[in-house]
């Protein structure tokens, strides 16, 4: 039986170029539709708006604190102008960038912001060996918003990275960037200064293999930094081949089960595995009765020794686990988010264990969270 959390609802944002404003579907229909992203420290969020080429910064009621944007896709901004104009707080600002597709970003405990964008094409770089395009950066911005440097492989200005994925802060303010190429996973692991700790690739032929599970096709699902500071938690998801028991010939894959694993980010090697529990759900069929089928369960981060995962959605019920790493105990919640809020959606777990949302209906876009910090101390102290 899963527990109900309560929903707060913090503000919302209409849609449009303004600063208080998102552009989540009216880019030019020519162009793919870019990131939105939202990460939050300290209750401030910061959301990243790739088909308006801007990252704003917010309170937790909503108020519009400072802004990063190009001005040739986003018009100048209105309320900080007038701000400024009426001597309001010197941290109110927004600074020109040319940005061109602000993505994956995090933000480190002196407020420097760290934001995907991606190279013009006379910087990209083509990796003969792995068949990839090179042309992402990982761009530094001090509390004022003014501009830094930028990570590449190397650290700082090194060669660019291919696709990103995400891009992560541990406790100590190191930069985690995790991206992807043609066949491999890039992990490189930076500290404060942006020189580099780790760079691990890990290989889609040599992902771990289940206890039990030789020949499974391996599907990974998420890369993140542990709340240790100093290794790697990598979920991945197995499927085996299915056959035909008449005939005996493939028919698909069918899933066989979800674990995580603990890696060290020098070698790539495991340091210790957990199995992630996959849910049972039964669909109702009104002409054979019901059906049961399994949830794949999604991995959403790490939050002290606790794994988040969103397992299912039942209507305005989505489930939610915490998989306690320690006693191996499964703790089930539900989190409430309608079938209309789901016209665009991303999640941000924060280290504490804050679970944010950020759900775009028809008409708004909403800002929500989850208070799960609360819950984590009750949950640690029934497993010891």
């Known amino acids: 039986r899963s527990v109900s959390v309560a929903r707060e609802q913090l503000f919302s944002l209409s849609y449009g170029l303004g600063e208080d404003q998102l552009d989540l579907f009216e880019n030019d229909a020519s162009q793919a539709t870019l990131k939105t992203c939202v990460t ?48 309001g707080a010197a941290e109110r600002r927004a600074v020109q960038y040319p940005f061109r597709a602000v993505g994956e970003l995090a933000v480190d405990s002196k407020q420097n912001l760290y934001v995907e964008d991606r190279l013009p094409p006379e910087r990209r770089v083509v990796d003969k060996e792995t068949n990839s395009v090179l042309d992402y950066a990982v761009l530094r911005f001090d509390k004022d918003g003014q501009f830094l440097d930028y990570l590449g492989q190397e650290g700082v200005g090194g060669t660019p990275f291919p696709y990103i994925m995400g891009v992560y802060m541990t406790a100590n303010d190191d930069c985690v960037v995790v991206s992807v190429a043609q066949s491999s996973w890039l992990v490189s692991w930076f500290d404060s200064k942006g020189l580099v700790r780790h760079s691990l690739r890990l290989k889609r032929d ?13 599907s990974l699902d998420k890369i993140v930094p542990n709340s240790d500071g100093r290794s790697l938690i990598v979920k991945i998801d197995y499927y085996r081949p299915s056959v035909d028991p008449s005939t005996q010939s493939a028919t698909g894959v069918d899933f066989a089960g979800s674990w995580a694993y603990k890696i060290d980010p020098t070698t790539g090697a495991p340091l ?84 944010c949302a950020l759900l775009g209906t028809k008409y708004e876009a909403r800002l929500v969270w989850w208070r799960f910090d609360k819950l984590l101390g009750a949950v640690a102290r029934e497993g010891t």
């Open 272 to 355: 210790d595995r957990w199995e992630i529990p996959s849910v049972e759900k039964i669909a109702k069929d009104g002409n054979e009765g019901p059906k049961r089928y399994v949830k794949i369960p999604e991995f959403l981060g790490v939050s002290g020794q606790r794994f988040f995962f969103i397992s299912a959605d039942e209507g305005s019920k989505n489930d939610l686990s915490i998989y306690d790493t320690v006693t191996h105990a499964v703790s089930h919640y539900s989190i409430d988010i309608a079938p209309d809020e789901l016209y665009f959606n991303t999640l941000y777990l924060s280290g504490d264990g804050i679970l």
């Open 206 to 218: 040599g992902l771990p293999e289940p206890p039990n599970g030789k020949n499974y096709i391996s």
């Open 40 to 87: 939050m420290r300290e209750g401030i969020f910061y959301i990243s708006n790739g088909n308006s080429a801007k990252i704003v910064r917010y309170s937790s009621f909503g108020d519009v604190l400072s802004m990063l944007y190009n001005p040739e896709k986003t018009p100048e901004p209105l309320l900080l102008k007038q701000t400024a104009e009426k001597g």
